[in-house]
């Protein structure tokens, strides 16, 4: 089988390549880049023009939501979702039911990907049994069972001495810590970011340092046992100074930031729309600002979705009912595409980077480029494609999106996943 890719702009941070050329796959592998590759008929061919070429894309912080919340996703319909947001590979957090804290389980997660058939669908081992934060998960035999990483997200391991057992199993194992930063002490019963807007609003703020507090204690305990930590979500100023900090002493630490956490505001919440309650919350204006300029510096080590589909019920109700979390997978893309790159706050190199070689490097994984012989998964974006986000076309279950209705400029043209066509224009293939 072969499939010719030609005449895009091929961006491939990891091999330095930012140039108009082709792309020929041969057996699900790239068999050869380079300029006016000959077409030999016995090809199908793909007209680039005026496209975005780029090895495809990683969300390492997705909830799948399989097993056990089925109502709300299933890794079927989040494979569809991510194919049509332009991701190849999606790395699926633990907190299912029951959780991925052993072997069986995570086995059954990268089974049903396989069975998809669609994108990669890697599972990440929970830290703690049942994300209780006690005892530790049984993390060699989840490492035998294909989790690339650890993390209880969505629960904080509040116990020092549990995440400096954690961090040291873990660094054992050559295997990542993803860690959800959050003091629940100072964060409980919050809705939304503590400020002046909670103040107007009249909702149960969440400080900064509910984040940041936590932030320290992990990058101290990475820095103690030397483990790597890989800390979710970051949202706000200080976090990112503590992050830096850490990196320049030569700790093992990175981090990720959401599409949401980089484009609203917690002025969003005004109009009470559940959709706008996420934890970590919208914060303010200076630490959306901040964020911004970590991901053009390249403090910020990847982009992540966090998609978080819920079901009608879990969202539409008052506002402090409301379950956390946005459906983001498949507007990732574009609302990056649209806010940051078109406005000139994100060169698109760095943007790819942040969507490829970062989340590979986090990994420690051979993804994210389009080395010759390597997997052929490619992401082309076609940067002018203009779309309203309809949230009724989602291929995920989840609804769930702030920016519904929005007007975006830039989105997923085709997915390629193996060498084969999993999406385009939006449309399963």
């Avoid at 390549?17 to 006016?36: H, P």
């Avoid at 969300?59 to 569809?80: L, N």
């Avoid at 000139?344 to 980077?353: H, S, T």
């Avoid at 940067?383 to 076309?393: F, K, M, N, Q």
Wanted: proline residues 5%.
């Amino acid at each position: 089988m072969k499939l010719l890719v030609k005449g895009g702009r091929v961006i491939d941070p990891g091999n330095n390549i930012d140039e108009i050329c082709d792309v020929l796959i041969i057996n699900s592998k790239i068999a050869a880049i380079g300029r006016d590759l000959p077409i030999t008929g016995d090809e199908d061919v793909v007209d680039a023009g005026g496209k975005i070429v780029c090895p495809g894309f990683i969300d390492i912080h997705a909830h799948f939501r399989d097993p056990g919340y089925e109502y709300k996703e299933d890794i079927i319909t989040g494979s569809k979702a991510a194919a049509v947001g332009g991701f190849t590979t999606v790395c699926c957090m633990p907190n299912t039911d029951p959780v991925i804290h052993n072997g069986p389980v995570a086995s059954y997660v990268r089974r049903k990907g396989e069975e998809a058939g669609l994108v990669n669908v890697l599972p990440i081992g929970s830290i703690t049994r049942n994300l209780e934060g006690e005892e530790l998960s049984e993390m060699a035999e989840l490492a035998e069972a294909g989790c690339i990483a650890f993390s209880d997200d969505g629960n904080p391991v509040m116990r020092s001495d549990v995440m400096r057992h954690a961090l040291e199993y873990a660094g054992m194992l050559n295997l990542p810590i993803f860690s959800h930063c959050e003091d629940l002490n100072l964060s409980r019963d919050g809705q939304m970011h503590e400020g002046y807007y909670s103040t107007l609003y009249g909702l149960q703020g969440i400080p900064a340092e509910a984040e940041e507090i936590m932030t320290a204690r992990d990058v101290e305990l990475a820095s103690l046992t030397g483990a790597r930590l890989h800390v979710c979500h970051v949202s706000t100023r200080g976090a990112l100074h503590i992050i830096e900090e850490a990196k320049s002493s030569g700790a093992h630490v990175t981090c990720e930031v959401t599409p949401h956490h980089l484009t609203l505001t917690d002025e969003a919440v005004g109009s009470y729309d559940t959709d706008t309650k996420v934890n970590p919350p919208l914060r303010s204006e200076d630490h959306v600002n901040a964020l911004v300029k970590a991901v053009s510096s390249g403090l910020i080590d990847c982009i992540a979705t966090d998609h978080a589909p819920h079901n009608v019920e879990s969202k539409d109700c008052e506002y402090a009912k409301a379950s956390f979390g946005i459906s983001g997978i498949e507007t990732a893309v574009p609302v990056i595409m649209d806010r940051l790159v078109h406005t000139g706050l994100l060169d698109i190199v760095e943007m790819v980077r942040l969507f490829t070689l970062g989340p590979s490097r986090v990994l420690g994984l051979c993804l994210g480029t389009l080395t010759p012989e390597s997997k052929a998964d490619i992401t082309i974006i076609d940067p002018d494609a203009i779309g309203r986000v309809d949230p009724a076309a989602f291929h995920s279950k989840g609804k769930n999106t702030p920016f519904k209705g929005m007007e975006l400029r830039g989105w997923p043209w085709m997915t390629i996943s193996g060498g084969k066509i999993v999406a385009r224009e939006g449309r399963l293939v």
